[in-house]
């Protein structure tokens, strides 16, 4: 076995199958990397069961094989490399039962123990017929992937909250959403034209989601599809398969609010610096953040006992009574950094009632409903 390969386009490669390889298992090969050189490509796959990254590169192709390698190490010896006039690293394994690799760039060696690929879980070779996908913007979905990840609950719990649901099923167009129980995040995407084998809805681990996130990072159309019940996304030199978890997620339709009597406009920017300003003394006293809302200011502090209290005032735009609303500040801010529109839309109805937040963009889908918290 024999390969040449640009040192860029493996350290790259490398980089991104490994996120998702298993941090700890108990079966040690998905601590590696699976690679197979072959024609004229080198291939690299990472999984820990529930993910799977592969990457196909262009490579100079002498002897073709395949080996695993634990992904820490041959991560960081790439790393290391200097930077040589060709930015080639050479690979050279003389039998594959010997189980060691010769890794060699410029005046660097490396002589690296391998393992055969055979214990390795397979590969799935996705066959045409079988591979229900449409095209979409790696740009749009991402977003629509960051804004509907936002409600994710990040603690051990129910595998759903742990999840974002993608409803190809939805009328008008696909929606995405996740929930926590105590807020919920919904978005849709624009534009996109759904085979009907595939208008149904998706559980995908949230793991996948920020993994996907990551690779999403052009302007470029990417693949996106289901094969044999697993969601399949496909970039010029990435794909990213997943399972799906198995359960129903809560009809997000019955929880957005039908109407509400109140609706704030403020600055994004000033909103934002006044939550930093009071977080530290909110975080003292479980999270809680209080808005007074008056026709054309807002009053937004934290009381603490034995740390003190902070308060900061910022002009808004009130359609409706005053109000005064208590919230999780830390959801707030999770939906303030999560946009990028220079106004923010609050409604409301009761002190005792959800809130929704919503860009000042008439154009977004973007809702997040947070329950109040009492005071």
Same mark, same amino acid.
């Given at each position: 076995?024999?390969?040449?390969? =640009?040192?860029?386009? &493996?350290? %790259?490669?490398? +980089?991104?199958?490994? @996120?998702? /390889?298993?941090?700890?298992?108990? !079966?040690?090969?998905?601590?590696?990397?699976?690679?197979?050189?072959?024609?004229?490509?080198?291939?690299?796959?990472?999984?820990?069961?529930?993910?799977?990254?592969?990457?196909?590169?262009?490579?100079?192709?002498?002897?073709?094989?395949?080996?695993?390698?634990?992904?820490?190490?041959?991560?960081?010896?790439?790393?290391?490399?200097?930077?040589?006039? =060709?930015?080639?690293? &050479?690979? %050279?394994?003389? +039998?594959?039962?010997? @189980?060691? /690799?010769?890794?060699?760039?410029? !005046?660097?060696?490396?002589?690296?123990?391998?393992?055969?690929?055979?214990?390795?879980?397979?590969?799935?070779?996705?066959?045409?017929?079988?591979?229900?996908?449409?095209?979409?913007?790696?740009?749009?979905?991402?977003?629509?992937?960051?804004?509907?990840?936002?409600?994710?609950?990040?603690?051990?719990?129910?595998?759903?909250?742990?999840?974002?649901?993608?409803?190809?099923?939805?009328?008008?167009?696909?929606?995405?959403?996740?929930?926590?129980?105590?807020?919920?995040?919904?978005?849709?995407?624009?534009?996109?034209?759904?085979?009907?084998?595939?208008?149904?809805?998706?559980?995908?681990?949230?793991?996948?989601?920020?993994?996907?996130?990551?690779?999403?990072?052009?302007?470029?159309?990417?693949?996106?599809?289901?094969?044999?019940?697993?969601?399949?996304?496909?970039?010029?030199?990435?794909?990213?398969?997943?399972?799906?978890?198995?359960?129903?997620?809560?009809?997000?339709?019955?929880?957005?609010?039908?109407?509400?009597?109140?609706?704030?406009?403020?600055?994004?920017?000033?909103?934002?610096?006044?939550?930093?300003?009071?977080?530290?003394?909110?975080?003292?006293?479980?999270?809680?953040?209080?808005?007074?809302?008056?026709?054309?200011?807002?009053?937004?502090?934290?009381?603490?006992?034995?740390?003190?209290?902070?308060?900061?005032?910022?002009?808004?735009?009130?359609?409706?009574?005053?109000?005064?609303?208590?919230?999780?500040?830390?959801?707030?801010?999770?939906?303030?950094?999560?946009?990028?529109?220079?106004?923010?839309?609050?409604?409301?109805?009761?002190?005792?009632?959800?809130?929704?937040?919503?860009?000042?963009?008439?154009?977004?889908?973007?809702?997040?409903?947070?329950?109040?918290?009492?005071?």
């Amino acid at each position: 076995m024999k390969f040449r390969i =640009d040192k860029k386009t &493996l350290h %790259e490669a490398i +980089n991104v199958v490994s @996120r998702a /390889v298993a941090s700890k298992t108990s !079966r040690p090969v998905l601590l590696n990397l699976l690679m197979t050189a072959h024609d004229n490509s080198l291939r690299f796959v990472g999984t820990d069961i529930d993910i799977m990254m592969i990457s196909s590169q262009p490579a100079e192709i002498e002897e073709q094989g395949h080996f695993t390698i634990p992904a820490k190490l041959i991560q960081e010896i790439v790393s290391s490399i200097p930077d040589e006039e =060709d930015g080639r690293v &050479l690979f %050279e394994l003389d +039998n594959e039962d010997t @189980r060691e /690799v010769l890794l060699s760039c410029g !005046r660097s060696r490396f002589h690296l123990q391998v393992q055969p690929a055979d214990d390795f879980p397979p590969v799935p070779v996705i066959d045409k017929d079988e591979f229900t996908s449409f095209t979409v913007s790696s740009a749009l979905l991402k977003q629509g992937l960051k804004e509907a990840g936002v409600a994710v609950n990040t603690e051990e719990g129910n595998p759903v909250q742990k999840s974002v649901c993608i409803d190809f099923a939805a009328a008008g167009m696909p929606t995405l959403a996740s929930t926590d129980s105590k807020r919920l995040a919904v978005t849709a995407l624009h534009g996109i034209e759904v085979p009907e084998s595939m208008r149904k809805t998706l559980i995908v681990p949230s793991r996948a989601i920020a993994e996907l996130v990551r690779l999403l990072d052009s302007n470029d159309s990417i693949r996106m599809g289901l094969y044999k019940e697993q969601l399949v996304i496909s970039t010029e030199h990435f794909q990213l398969i997943s399972k799906l978890v198995d359960g129903k997620f809560p009809d997000y339709n019955r929880v957005l609010p039908k109407e509400s009597s109140r609706s704030l406009k403020i600055n994004r920017k000033d909103f934002l610096q006044a939550l930093k300003a009071v977080a530290p003394i909110s975080r003292s006293n479980s999270d809680l953040v209080n808005f007074d809302v008056s026709p054309n200011e807002t009053r937004i502090w934290a009381k603490a006992p034995e740390k003190g209290m902070a308060e900061m005032f910022i002009s808004s735009e009130l359609t409706g009574e005053p109000i005064n609303i208590s919230f999780n500040i830390n959801f707030v801010l999770d939906f303030v950094n999560n946009i990028t529109d220079a106004q923010v839309i609050l409604e409301m109805t009761t002190p005792n009632y959800p809130g929704m937040l919503k860009t000042g963009n008439p154009e977004s889908e973007f809702k997040y409903v947070i329950m109040p918290m009492s005071y």
